[in-house]
């Protein structure tokens, strides 16, 4: 009896980690929505379980479907409260919404995003993309709504501790939105001096470049790299 309820079954079986699978490989090619069928597929043979939900909730965000991608994620970081990483998602997700909503209703949003970040900053002392987060969003949102730059140099300080190329990067960061262009040098400097990396070279050109408006050190930097 076993074995007959074993192979009647096992197609079944097989089919539906073959979706998974399938999905995992197409979203890592990026083919958001030939990956989503599968999950889905998946999700109604198997049962929703945390990944499925998290890649559902990922593709959601990879195409702007801010609304879907907010309730995955909801569901997740409720279902699993201790676990950083969800709520940073969420925190996320419901940020784009509110960027895309009306002032009003981003308003509305504010407390929710905030509770989000400094959830997952509590739960994870090195979650490096909830620090940056966080830097973004108390530098972005205006003073009066509970924007703070002492709070973002907390952070930026935090990032330091768990990567100098990330610290000086939201530092300089955060000495650019201010106009503060020879201290982001400074910053944006050490930053590519230990990192050497295609986004440290940018940040650092970009300044030269488009802030400083200093074309000589932009070519010399530019030139450095090519060498």
Same mark, same amino acid.
């Given at each position: 009896?076993?074995?007959?309820?074993?192979?009647?079954?096992?197609?079944?079986?097989?089919?539906?980690?073959?979706?998974?699978?399938?999905?995992?490989?197409?979203?890592?090619?990026?083919?958001?929505?030939?990956?989503?069928?599968? !999950? &889905?597929?998946? %999700? @109604?043979?198997?049962?929703?379980?945390?990944? +499925?939900?998290?890649? #559902?909730?990922?593709?959601?965000?990879?195409?702007?479907?801010?609304?879907?991608?907010?309730?995955?994620?909801?569901?997740?970081?409720?279902?699993?409260?201790?676990?950083?990483?969800?709520?940073?998602?969420?925190?996320?997700?419901?940020?784009?919404?509110?960027?895309?909503?009306?002032?009003?209703?981003?308003?509305?949003?504010?407390?929710?995003?905030?509770?989000? !970040? &400094?959830?997952? %900053? @509590?739960?994870?002392?090195?979650?490096?993309? +909830?620090?940056?987060? #966080?830097?973004?969003?108390?530098?972005?949102?205006?003073?009066?709504?509970?924007?703070?730059?002492?709070?973002?140099?907390?952070?930026?300080?935090?990032?330091?501790?768990?990567?100098?190329?990330?610290?000086?990067?939201?530092?300089?960061?955060?000495?650019?939105?201010?106009?503060?262009?020879?201290?982001?040098?400074?910053?944006?400097?050490?930053?590519?001096?230990?990192?050497?990396?295609?986004?440290?070279?940018?940040?650092?050109?970009?300044?030269?470049?488009?802030? #400083?408006?200093?074309?000589?050190?932009?070519?010399?930097?530019?030139?450095?790299?090519?060498?």
């Amino acid at each position: 009896m076993r074995q007959f309820l074993f192979v009647l079954f096992f197609p079944m079986l097989v089919c539906a980690q073959s979706d998974f699978d399938k999905g995992k490989t197409l979203f890592e090619e990026k083919k958001y929505t030939l990956a989503k069928l599968l !999950f &889905e597929n998946y %999700a @109604r043979q198997k049962g929703s379980d945390p990944k +499925t939900t998290e890649y #559902l909730g990922d593709i959601a965000a990879h195409q702007g479907r801010w609304d879907v991608s907010v309730g995955y994620y909801k569901k997740l970081k409720t279902q699993f409260p201790k676990n950083a990483n969800y709520h940073y998602k969420f925190g996320g997700a419901l940020g784009m919404k509110a960027k895309e909503s009306n002032k009003f209703k981003a308003f509305g949003m504010i407390d929710e995003i905030e509770s989000a !970040f &400094e959830t997952a %900053a @509590r739960l994870d002392s090195k979650h490096i993309d +909830t620090r940056w987060a #966080l830097v973004v969003f108390y530098i972005e949102l205006p003073g009066i709504v509970g924007g703070s730059e002492t709070k973002a140099q907390k952070y930026a300080g935090e990032l330091m501790q768990l990567s100098k190329v990330d610290g000086y990067l939201a530092k300089g960061y955060i000495d650019v939105y201010f106009k503060r262009y020879n201290k982001a040098e400074i910053n944006l400097k050490k930053a590519h001096e230990i990192g050497h990396s295609k986004i440290t070279f940018e940040k650092l050109y970009d300044l030269y470049l488009n802030k #400083l408006k200093d074309v000589e050190k932009a070519k010399k930097l530019k030139a450095g790299v090519n060498t």
